[in-house]
């Protein structure tokens, strides 16, 4: 019984490749399956995409070898400063402010456009010699055997491993076709997505406005340019959306104000309606979801990418340390340990973020106090403080190696 | 398997293999405490014949006898790894049990209904021989002990495992595990035959073989897992000795 691979991996975006490349390194076979042709991922020309990655999401990358392709089109993420805000206000009274140099590690994180980051992993999957990549085809069937998977993809073609994950996003047809069910609901709201060029510096200064409707980011990017990340009710959102550029310009500007001077769009303009779609396990039988296929989550606290890479070094780790001990690593027992690692700290995230949201985004007067003073107070304390900027750079928990810079 | 064999029979030894292999069935405390005991196995084996476990295959070359291997539970992983593995067990449907699942898993184990006696009137020697959870099942530990000695290869290596004789022993192996927990049938085990480790050590050394290390398999309730440690070998516990060249 010759298998095709040791790992099958559904998924191309960001987490699919990543963990591809964490278990190409510690000696796995893996095969991914892209459901986009390989042109379609890593454009030329800039999307208005971007990631805030966590410090220790950068670790990662430079673990598996990825940063040395991006890092030179990144920019370091020096300070967050956190208000409360009202739209043509500006930021509130109290800001929360997080500098890096309190704490030892260097930047919180940093600001990688989309583009960058899949054209990097891409290119270092396939440079990988363990590592196939099978672009522009679907898995249309999963079966599940008792040693091993098959998959049959849209072309007709079929692929054997020990294992399947799925990092196939918020809608994973790989969750689906294990019956796994999904938690979740609607926010109500919609985030707008752009990236704009600006007159003047950011100085590698990120923002959060915490608007009524919801909250507003403003992420640095390489240059005078910043990517914005900007949340409102479904029924606004929709109607900025369907605004010319310069319309919808002149709905964003009195939103943060002039700080940044003259500002003008660079790139598309992208909508997300908000949904929590928490999968009811993250692991079956020779089975395991990563990411958003796991946990799709409120991207208020820009924690969607770094949570899904937190899961990939975690898997990573848990199947080599398997296979390094002769153990058959597709078994529920082994993925067992991979889910007691994730479900808690994801179940945290969660909550936190709920309650983050429910906290910021309305304008009750005595929340809004509340919400001041409680700024305020965080602020004035710099040990909460240095919590709250490890907390923010990914570097509290129980991490696994490749989230420290080590090897497996 | 052989192609002689009754299907009727066949499907028995499926049953009893997804038995055997099922992690929240019979065999749980096993399944439970197999990581570190391959942790331990494998790093003992490594250090004794300089592989690198994050090697491909790092046990390949390696003749190993897995006495009392049951379900194959440690003889899957060892040929895994690339060791030329012969499980062996008293109990004729262990060996039929394990040979079915082996098959599913596409692994090569040379699977014998025999004893470690019969094994070295056969003339057999190993690298490695592995005796986890018998040596307090057998009728004379010396004399077994004696023909694991001979079974062990100068040079090679030999694992033992098993249960210490002391209160707490008898509170968790036998009032906890067997008649509290039910993890096991009720007379699994009888405490007068479980054995220190300095016995245990003193009986390996009268067989010829030089102890070189002794470690606890210790169960935290309060995580749900198993650890390994250097000092508490009050119930679980395993020994490491080597026999000398010439």
């Not at chain 2, 959870?133 to 023909?147: G, K, R």
Request: glycine fraction near 12%.
């Amino acid at each position: 019984m010759k298998l095709d691979s040791d790992i099958l991996i559904v998924g191309g975006g960001l987490n699919g490749p990543a963990l591809a490349l964490a278990l190409g390194d510690t000696g796995f076979n893996v095969t991914v399956v892209d459901a986009l042709p390989r042109g379609a991922r890593g454009e030329e020309a800039f999307d208005g995409r971007g990631y805030a990655l966590a410090l220790a999401s950068q670790r990662l990358l430079k673990a598996i070898g990825v940063w040395s392709r991006v890092g030179a089109d990144a920019q370091p993420l020096l300070d967050i400063r956190i208000s409360d805000g009202r739209a043509g206000e500006g930021p509130g009274p109290f800001v929360l402010e997080f500098d890096h140099a309190e704490i030892d590690e260097g930047p919180m994180g940093y600001m990688v456009e989309d583009r960058f980051l899949s054209r990097a992993l891409l290119e270092a999957v396939e440079a990988h010699p363990k590592v196939t990549l099978i672009d522009g085809d679907t898995v249309v069937a999963q079966d599940i055997g008792p040693a091993s998977v098959t998959l049959v993809l849209g072309s007709g073609r079929t692929l054997t491993g020990r294992m399947v994950v799925g990092c196939d996003g918020r809608r994973s047809g790989t969750c689906e076709r294990a019956g796994i069910g999904r938690t979740g609901h609607d926010y109500g709201q919609t985030s707008l997505v752009c990236a704009i060029d600006h007159e003047l510096p950011h100085g590698g200064v990120a923002h959060q406005f915490f608007m009524p409707p919801g909250p507003l980011a403003i992420l640095p990017l390489p240059g005078n340019q910043s990517s914005i990340v900007w949340t409102e009710s479904h029924t606004e959102a929709a109607h900025i959306h369907a605004l010319d550029d310069e319309g919808y310009l002149a709905e964003l500007r009195p939103r943060f104000g002039s700080f940044l001077g003259e500002i003008s769009l660079a790139g598309k303009r992208f909508t997300y309606p908000l949904n929590l779609t928490v999968a009811n396990e993250f692991i079956a039988d020779r089975l395991a979801l990563v990411g958003d296929a796991a946990h799709g989550m409120h991207p208020i606290a820009g924690q969607g990418l770094n949570a899904g890479l937190k899961d990939v070094g975690a898997l990573a780790e848990v199947l080599t340390e398997a296979k390094r001990r002769g153990e058959d690593y597709g078994r529920i027992d082994v993925l067992e340990r991979y889910q007691q690692w994730r479900r808690f700290d994801v179940a945290q995230m969660v909550a936190a973020t709920e309650a983050a949201n429910r906290l910021f985004s309305n304008d009750n007067p005595l929340l809004r106090t509340a919400r001041d003073i409680g700024l305020g107070l965080v602020n004035s304390v710099p040990g909460l403080r240095r919590g709250f900027i490890r907390e923010a750079a990914g570097l509290t928990g129980d991490l696994p190696r490749l989230l420290q810079g080590r090897q497996i | 398997m052989q192609t002689t064999v009754d299907p009727a029979e066949v499907a028995k030894f499926e049953a009893m293999a997804a038995e055997w292999w099922d992690p929240t069935g019979k065999f749980k405390p096993l399944h439970m405490m197999n990581p570190v005991r391959l942790d331990y196995i494998t790093a003992q084996i490594a250090a004794e014949f300089a592989r690198v476990l994050s090697d491909d295959q790092p046990f390949g070359g390696l003749r190993l006898l897995d006495i009392g291997c049951g379900g194959g539970l440690l003889s899957e992983p060892m040929a895994r790894l690339g060791a030329d593995v012969i499980g062996a067990d008293a109990a004729e449907g262990n060996i039929k049990t394990a040979s079915v699942h082996a098959d599913q898993m596409g692994l090569e184990i040379d699977y014998r209904c025999t004893m470690a006696e019969a094994l070295v009137a056969e003339g057999e020697q190993f690298d490695v021989v592995l005796a986890m959870e018998i040596v307090e099942h057998v009728a004379d530990p010396q004399a077994f002990l004696s023909a694991c000695q001979q079974l062990v290869k100068p040079g090679g290596l030999f694992l033992c495992s098993t249960i210490n004789r002391n209160p707490k022993s008898f509170a968790v192996a036998i009032v906890g595990a067997e008649h509290i927990m039910r993890w096991l049938p009720k007379g699994t085990h009888e405490w007068s035959k479980f054995i220190t480790p300095d016995e245990l050590q003193t009986m390996i050394g009268m067989a010829g073989l030089e102890n070189v290390d002794r470690k606890g398999f210790v169960f935290n309730p309060l995580t749900w897992s198993w650890s390994i440690s250097d000092r508490d070998l009050s119930v679980n516990y395993v020994t490491a000795a080597v026999k000398p060249r010439g």
